[in-house]
């Protein structure tokens, strides 16, 4: 049977690059497309001394309309895998017309050159982060939806466009998939996350401690309801995220409509537990001072899983230890990035 061809966006970066993995090695031929604002063509390199195939590369803004139309215009395409958006939260408060510009604009572009193309399946990655702070854990996909900070509302604003596109035009197949907190790294070390400049997420700063780069981890406040005060999040292996594309891109072939679904292990580890797995991990004892809390920071945030099993047979098979072990694995053979 012909293989499926899919256009990941973004492909080249943390979670871009496994999701690829995961495609070629499910059968599927994959064409990666990315600016390389926040990675590396290297990356491409990688993903064939895992996978045997540099996937086909696009090195391309999705600002830049008639560069994705001629991406359609030379491949057949049956489904696309939008990652390709600025992600840090922080900066999109400080610079909120960029993120506009490019997560939501830049976003329109491609569904457009889609339309044009007759290419109406598409899986988007969403974020947990539109539920804002949810008035109670494990949180369901019909939970409220309600964004603190512009990036998280350039997710939603993705949501809501691919919602009327489908309304507009019922070929259409839309997966919205809500990623919770996605850490951890291929096992070989070829692929992992690499952040510029210093990490805001924790366990990225976690590895910069244990590797000594970083002189102590701060931790944001440990006077939440939480077991030890500390943040609760559901950390998700990035490889189990990858999987969870495959079971999504494969529902969204064989469906129309539109479905948001969770992508999480609907469990929830506070910053300590975390610590705690990396110690493990990495064999050292890393220190820490607690802070006053981070501006924006929820107590707790975990998924409820179901939705992600029924629908598509898919739940996350890692543990924190494992998504800790793979973590330092990949630190401590990359520790300048992957160049
Ligand atoms: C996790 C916990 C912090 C750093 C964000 C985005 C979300 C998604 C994942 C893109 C919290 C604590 C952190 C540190 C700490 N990104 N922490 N010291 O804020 O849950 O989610 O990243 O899709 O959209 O909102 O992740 O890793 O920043 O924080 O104590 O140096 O670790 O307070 O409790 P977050 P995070």
């Known amino acids: ?3 499926k061809t899919i256009l990941v966006t973004g492909g080249t970066g943390y979670i871009g690059s496994h999701t690829c993995v995961a495609l070629m090695q499910a059968g599927y031929e994959v064409i990666a497309l990315d600016n390389l604002y926040n990675s590396n063509e290297v990356v491409l390199d990688r993903i064939k001394e895992i996978t045997g195939e540099r996937p086909k590369f696009y090195q391309t ?3 830049d309309k008639e560069g994705l139309r001629k991406v359609f215009a030379e491949n057949h395409i049956d489904a696309v895998i939008h990652f390709a958006g600025y992600k840090a939260v922080g900066e ?3 610079i909120p017309l960029t993120y506009y510009e490019n997560n939501i604009s830049g976003s329109v ?5 889609m339309k044009d193309a007759g290419c109406k399946t598409i899986v988007f990655s969403s974020s947990a982060t539109v539920y804002g702070d949810p008035a109670s854990v494990p949180i369901k996909e019909d939970f409220p939806v309600s964004t603190t900070n512009p990036y998280g509302t350039t997710k939603l604003f993705n949501e809501r466009i691919l919602e009327d596109v489908y309304t507009s035009d019922h070929e259409w197949s839309v997966m919205l998939l809500r990623y919770f907190n996605p850490i951890g790294a291929h096992k070989s070390g070829l692929l992992g996350e690499v952040p510029n400049g210093t990490p805001n997420n924790l366990v990225p700063y976690i590895a910069r401690v244990a590797n000594g780069q970083l002189e102590y981890l701060r931790v944001w406040g440990n006077d939440y309801k939480t077991p030890d ?6 950390y998700i292996h990035v490889v189990d995220l990858a999987n969870g594309h495959i079971s999504a891109v494969k529902y969204a072939l064989e469906h129309k409509g539109v ?3 969770n ?3 609907g469990k929830g580890y506070s910053v300590l537990d975390v610590l705690h797995a990396y110690e493990k991990a990495c064999g050292k004892t890393l220190p820490y001072k607690i802070l006053a809390r981070r501006a924006g920071d929820i107590a707790e ?3 409820d899983t179901e939705k992600a099993k029924k629908l598509l047979g898919w739940q996350a098979q890692y543990d924190i230890d494992e998504m800790c072990r793979d973590s330092w694995n990949f630190t401590l053979k990359n520790p300048n990035g992957i160049h």
Do not use: F, P, Q
Request: glycine fraction near 10%; charged fraction near 30%.
């Open 263 to 265: 992508l999480g292990t």
């Open 92 to 94: 999109s408060v400080e």
């Open 109 to 113: 572009n491609l569904y457009e050159v």
């Open 259 to 261: 479905e948001k679904i």
């Open 301 to 303: 945030c975990y998924a």
């Open 1 to 3: 049977m012909e293989k």
């Open 229 to 234: 005060g500390t943040g609760v999040r559901d």
């Open 61 to 63: 803004d999705v600002l």
